[in-house]
């Protein structure tokens, strides 16, 4: 049964002839749910860092964990969705994000890291299934002209989710009083154990919210029609292609080859600035608790949706090249000093990179997809830049060890570099920019002509 229709089209390239609003609203609305998510790892890294007493890279584990799940069950979520539909790829991503956060029941109880690590590994497969069907679905649900931007507008969502995930964890997670490390500081053994284990019970208080969410959502898809997907056949009677073929296709295509290098680069950079966020704070500033440095991540996160807001209204005028390149260059001197200024302006800074990853991962993911010109290959392209989001479990642990051999403000050079990676591949799309409006002038130019 569908109570919100739509009569949009498919068309032979796979975009819809038109935009549907609600569906287009509802599929964006996805976005801010594994914000949520991914924000409340930046909150469990510091968490579990005090009460598992935990080295910088131990802690970054939660982000291994989370998206180690995203890279397992991506290739999966693309046969999903060529076999069935988009909507029933993200149900059963919403399904299993349910499961992971049902698991937090068990594991705040027990009080066991690697059980906690499970728990985010599950969500993080739920996660797999949302992000690999609804970036390619965002870009597809209207005219193939605007699929960037498109998929820019969903993406402002995100940070929305990430602010609400932050506010919850500050607040049901985080207490009051000094931190973690300085009320741990002066008790035995006993007194760790009992204190570690009312801690670890707070985490379970923002998953039950997101339950609701979760079933509210859930229940609204189902009753939500999307239109049906058509494939352009490879050859006769072969509307699908098999993985093999589409591998294949995918590794002959450099530009997307290269644009899976650099996601795996912005996200691994993204996800260590925000597992670090916090970190940085207590490490600058001996005065802060985890609640009061859980602020800078509030901001981060504002930052993140203005620079987003700001992208997309300088996509259409500039170019999405031009302004993911100027972003680049930009979070390559924040982050430069961010390295360099061993005080809390240095954090400021830092909320300055979260307000430059505005239009990275949304642009790169569509800009790259766009490389594959065969409709039927595009539900696995779409898999396999999620998996780039492995990025997201390599980097925090690069990072969390070069903390651990220098100091936390150093660490930060990983995501220099990572942001250096970003603007290169931006100067390649403002350089084909430039030639196709050349070739754009000379068409008409020559048109004017005959």
């Known amino acids: 049964m569908t109570i919100f229709k739509t009569k949009a089209v498919v068309?032979?390239?796979?975009?819809?002839?038109?935009?549907?609003?609600?569906?287009?609203?509802?599929?964006?609305?996805?976005?801010?749910?594994?914000?949520?998510?991914?924000?409340?790892?930046?909150?469990?890294?510091?968490?579990?860092?005090?009460?598992?007493?935990?080295?910088?890279?131990?802690?970054?584990?939660?982000?291994?964990?989370?998206?180690?799940?995203?890279?397992?069950?991506?290739?999966?979520?693309?046969?999903?969705i060529q076999r069935t539909?988009?909507?029933?790829?993200?149900?059963?991503?919403?399904?299993?994000?349910?499961?992971?956060?049902?698991?937090?029941?068990?594991?705040?109880?027990?009080?066991?890291?690697?059980?906690?690590?499970?728990?985010i590994f599950v969500l993080a497969t739920g996660l797999s299934f949302l992000e690999t069907s609804a970036n390619t679905y965002s870009s597809l649900l209207g005219p193939k002209q605007h699929a960037t931007l498109?998929?820019?507008?969903?993406?402002?969502?995100?940070?929305?989710?990430?602010?609400?995930g932050i506010i919850l964890g500050k607040y049901l997670i985080f207490g009051n009083g000094k931190s973690l490390a300085q009320q741990m500081a002066g008790m035995n053994a006993s007194e760790k154990l009992s204190f570690g284990h009312k801690a670890l019970a707070h985490t379970l208080l923002p998953y039950q919210f997101l339950l609701v969410v979760l079933g509210v959502a859930f229940i609204i898809l189902i009753l939500t029609q999307y239109p049906k997907k058509k494939h352009q056949p490879l050859t006769a009677g072969h509307p699908n292609a098999k993985l093999f073929d589409t591998l294949k296709y995918l590794w002959q295509n450099k530009?997307?080859?290269?644009?899976?290098?650099?996601?795996?680069?912005?996200?691994?950079?993204?996800?260590a600035v925000w597992s670090f966020t916090i970190r940085l704070a207590l490490t600058l500033n001996s005065h802060f608790n985890e609640r009061y440095a859980s602020n800078f991540m509030i901001y981060a996160y504002v930052a993140f949706f203005v620079g987003k807001f700001i992208a997309n209204l300088l996509i259409p005028k500039f170019g999405?090249?031009?302004?993911?390149?100027?972003?680049?260059?930009?979070?390559?001197?924040?982050l430069l000093y961010v390295t360099l200024a061993h005080d809390v302006s240095a954090l400021y800074a830092l909320v300055l990179v979260s307000g430059l990853f505005g239009p990275g991962w949304a642009?790169?993911?569509?800009?790259?997809?766009?490389?594959?010109?065969?409709?039927?290959?595009?539900?696995?392209?779409?898999?396999?830049?999620?998996?780039?989001?492995?990025?997201?479990?390599?980097?925090?642990?690069?990072?969390?060890?070069?903390?651990?051999?220098?100091?936390?403000?150093?660490?930060?050079?990983?995501?220099?570099?990572?942001?250096?990676?970003?603007?290169?591949?931006?100067?390649?799309?403002?350089?084909?920019?430039?030639?196709?409006?050349?070739?754009?002038?000379?068409?008409?130019?020559?048109?004017?002509?005959?």
């Open 320 to 334: 999405a090249g031009h302004v993911l390149l100027s972003y680049g260059v930009m979070g390559i001197v924040a």
């Open 11 to 80: 068309q032979a390239d796979g975009y819809l002839n038109k935009t549907p609003p609600f569906q287009f609203i509802l599929l964006s609305l996805m976005f801010p749910l594994w914000g949520a998510a991914a924000s409340l790892n930046d909150i469990l890294i510091t968490q579990f860092k005090a009460v598992f007493t935990l080295s910088n890279v131990a802690s970054a584990f939660v982000q291994s964990a989370f998206y180690l799940g995203y890279f397992v069950l991506a290739i999966p979520a693309s046969r999903v």
């Open 363 to 450: 642009t790169i993911y569509s800009e790259t997809i766009k490389t594959v010109q065969v409709p039927a290959h595009r539900e696995t392209a779409g898999a396999i830049l999620v998996m780039s989001i492995v990025g997201g479990a390599i980097l925090p642990l690069i990072q969390g060890a070069v903390a651990d051999m220098t100091d936390m403000s150093t660490s930060f050079s990983i995501d220099l570099i990572a942001f250096a990676v970003v603007a290169w591949f931006a100067k390649t799309m403002v350089r084909q920019e430039r030639e196709a409006q050349q070739h754009d002038t000379k068409n008409q130019f020559a048109g004017e002509i005959i």
């Open 255 to 271: 530009p997307f080859t290269k644009g899976i290098l650099v996601e795996f680069f912005y996200v691994g950079m993204q996800t």
């Open 85 to 119: 539909s988009y909507k029933v790829s993200i149900l059963i991503g919403l399904g299993l994000y349910m499961v992971g956060s049902l698991l937090f029941f068990p594991a705040s109880q027990m009080g066991t890291y690697s059980v906690f690590l499970i728990a």
């Open 150 to 164: 498109r998929l820019n507008i969903s993406q402002t969502f995100y940070p929305v989710g990430s602010i609400l």
